[in-house]
């Protein structure tokens, strides 16, 4: 069975930074790119940023670029999000998926609030 | 950056009845590859996204053949033949053909 479980959310101030991680199983992970997702409170899905399987291409939306690195550890199965100068704009629930979309975590809330 | 444009936002639909939502897309999403990367995804409320069809008309396993994705190009409709109480949700629309990736902005399906 495919499980993504996202942690590392939670409530921070305007300008700190935060690092979400993502730990995939029931599939190889180092075989697909992985895509970072976040969905703000009552709002619709936002794609954030995207990893090639070996890391090679990394692509990043223009409103989290220059603030959010994404990397990978294919030995631990595991997706990163580094998120600095966070704003409150970023306050959202954050999912992480595989390239094609088809499995999905449950999401880790980020807050960002003075 | 690739701007997809959903219709209807919103869309009331009986048991039973057919509906289809539109995604266009403000530029070619075919993929110097041959394929096309465009998705759709339901959100049930409460719930993560999951997936329904991939590469424009592609079924995802397990989910039921009243969804159905047709386009090309710019143009892409996803179908649902006979809607069911579970349909009920946000449907999104996602391309992966151009850097930076985007959502469109759903289409909410309500009973109506």
């Known amino acids: 069975e495919v499980q993504l479980v996202e942690s590392g959310g939670g409530l921070v101030q305007p300008g700190r930074s935060l690092k979400l991680s993502c730990v995939a199983s029931?599939?190889?992970?180092?075989?697909?790119?992985m895509n970072w997702i976040r969905q703000a409170p009552g709002k619709g899905l936002e794609w954030v940023a995207y990893?090639?399987?070996?890391?090679?291409?990394?692509y990043y939306a223009e409103t989290v670029k220059g603030r959010f690195t994404i990397s990978r550890d294919n030995a631990k199965n595991t997706l990163y999000l580094q998120m600095t100068s966070l704003r409150s704009e970023d306050t959202a629930l954050y999912y992480c998926?595989?390239?094609?979309?088809?499995?999905w975590g449950q999401g880790v809330m980020v807050t960002v609030s003075s | 950056d690739v701007v997809l444009t959903q219709t209807p936002p919103t869309l009331s639909a009986t048991i039973g009845q057919s509906v289809s939502i539109s995604c266009r897309s403000s530029?070619?999403?075919?993929?110097?590859?041959?394929?096309?990367?465009l998705h759709w995804l339901l959100q049930r409320p409460g719930q993560s996204p999951q997936l329904l069809i991939y590469?424009?008309?592609r079924l995802e396993s397990g989910v039921p053949n009243r969804f159905s994705g047709s386009g090309s190009g710019t143009d892409f409709t996803l179908k649902i033949s006979g809607v069911e109480a579970e349909d009920l949700g946000v449907y999104y629309c996602?391309?992966?053909?151009?850097?930076?990736?985007?959502f469109g902005a759903g289409t909410k399906l309500e009973l109506k």
């Open positions: 996602v391309q992966g053909t151009h850097a930076p990736y985007t």
């Open positions: 590469l424009v008309s």
């Open positions: 530029q070619s999403l075919l993929h110097s590859n041959g394929n096309t990367y």
């Open positions: 990893i090639s399987s070996g890391s090679s291409y990394i």
């Open positions: 029931g599939f190889t992970f180092s075989n697909y790119g």
């Open positions: 998926a595989p390239n094609r979309f088809d499995y």
